[in-house]
């Protein structure tokens, strides 16, 4: 069954669940083809080294974010209920089947172990502009006429979710992101209200 997955598929899987589960210093090359099932030569056919490899796995754990953030975004009918979509992705990926247990944001964890400088460690940093730059669109539709203040919301609905996303590797479940959430949901009703 798994000869049918494409070589390049089974290695960013491997790679993506071990590091994930030991990070990407403590896993070697040797340990992602053996859990891929394919010869060491097959990385070095599919990916130019680690580094690379490394890179494609912060790019799809970005875009599975993304998926599950557009998920929750059909849902979300009005510009609060966007802000909150934000809330609910990383909830809904902290629900994922981790084989060793929920640790945290992928993309930090990876972050932490990469120079500074890394091109890898630059997506993460740009995922996190994103996340927030999100929050201020949200926030714009809602309160269009907040100028300044917008930015300073979003940045403060960034450090609490990032926070909470945080904390939540750290205690292995999603407690602290669903406070977050409701945290959130107050700040949100400070926000309307002070632009009433």
């Not at 802000?83 to 944001?105: K, P, T």
């Not at 205690?171 to 992101?177: N, V």
């Amino acid at each position: 069954m798994t000869d049918k997955i494409p070589v390049k598929e089974r290695l960013l899987k491997a790679a993506a669940e071990l590091f994930y589960s030991d990070g990407v210093g403590a896993t070697g090359i040797d340990a992602i083809t053996a859990r891929a099932g394919v010869a060491k030569m097959s990385l070095y056919n599919n990916f130019s080294s680690k580094a690379d490899l490394v890179n494609a796995y912060i790019e799809a754990r970005h875009a599975e974010w993304q998926r599950l953030y557009q998920q929750r975004l059909k849902a979300a009918a009005t510009p609060r209920e966007r802000v909150l979509a934000v809330f609910d992705s990383y909830v809904d990926h902290a629900a994922c089947a981790y084989e060793r247990g929920f640790r945290g944001c992928g993309l930090l964890n990876a972050a932490a172990e990469l120079p500074a400088g890394d091109l890898s460690r630059s997506a993460v940093a740009r995922q996190k502009d994103e996340v927030q730059q999100l929050f201020r669109h949200h926030l714009g539709e809602m309160r269009p006429a907040a100028g300044a203040q917008l930015e300073e919301f979003a940045e403060h609905l960034s450090f609490l979710l990032e926070g909470a996303m945080s904390r939540a590797g750290l205690d292995g479940h999603d407690a602290r992101l669903k406070n977050a959430r409701r945290m959130a949901e107050a700040m949100l009703d400070q926000f309307q209200r002070e632009g009433a």
